[in-house]
């Protein structure tokens, strides 16, 4: 009985760090490299400058099939301007490799383990794509649940990885909502979770 018990609670305790590590790459990651983005392509008419400026790479992206339709058709709307408000994490890393002046050559870009990163590297690619590669591990695991070893090492990452590119784009409260995730009731947390899902993400 007692192993029984044990067993729940070491379960309900995966589950709740699979939750708790993916609302903080979905809904703040997401938004760090909004703002990592909107600092070199800044929302409204350059925005639209910039997107048709780069219609060849974009159009590249898209036929490699880098770029959804659903993503393609954000930059290209049918009606109004396009807006990075509802740019995902995918297509935000890929905007942000090929028009926002970072070097699309560099090494990083390509690794999809961050065990090949060296902590000492520090720089906004690295940063960029260890939280990207975070968000794929999370999407290919085969069940919700994450071992609290693997979540430790995974927040870590992706805490340090944000908090280096929130502080060049000025968000000086990303620190405490990343704590709030970890630390918070995990009813509190479900509720966020519903939220968004509300939201479409």
Avoid at 161 to 182: F, H, P, Q, W, Y
């Amino acid at each position: 009985m007692a192993s029984s018990v044990a067993k729940d609670i070491d379960d309900k305790q995966k589950e709740q760090n699979y939750v708790r590590l993916n609302l903080v790459v979905v809904k703040l990651s997401t938004r760090v490299l909004k703002a990592r983005f909107d600092l070199t392509v800044p929302p409204g008419p350059q925005l639209h400058q910039e997107i048709n400026k780069f219609t060849k790479k974009i159009n590249n992206g898209r036929s490699k099939k880098l770029i959804s339709q659903k993503q393609y058709d954000l930059l290209f709307p049918k009606s109004g301007p396009p807006s990075s408000e509802k740019f995902d994490i995918t297509l935000l890393v890929y905007l942000l490799k090929h028009i926002c002046g970072l070097d699309g050559k560099c090494k990083w870009w390509a690794e999809k383990d961050n065990k090949n990163i060296p902590e000492t590297e520090v720089g906004e690619i690295a940063d960029i794509v260890r939280i990207r590669n975070v968000r794929n591990e999370i999407n290919h695991l085969q069940t919700a649940i994450m071992d609290q070893k693997d979540f430790e090492e995974k927040w870590d990452i992706t805490e340090k990885a944000m908090l280096r590119l929130g502080a060049v784009c000025n968000l000086s409260d990303l620190k405490n909502e990343i704590d709030t995730i970890k630390n918070q009731p995990f009813e509190k947390i479900k509720e966020k979770v519903i939220v968004m899902k509300s939201q479409g993400f």
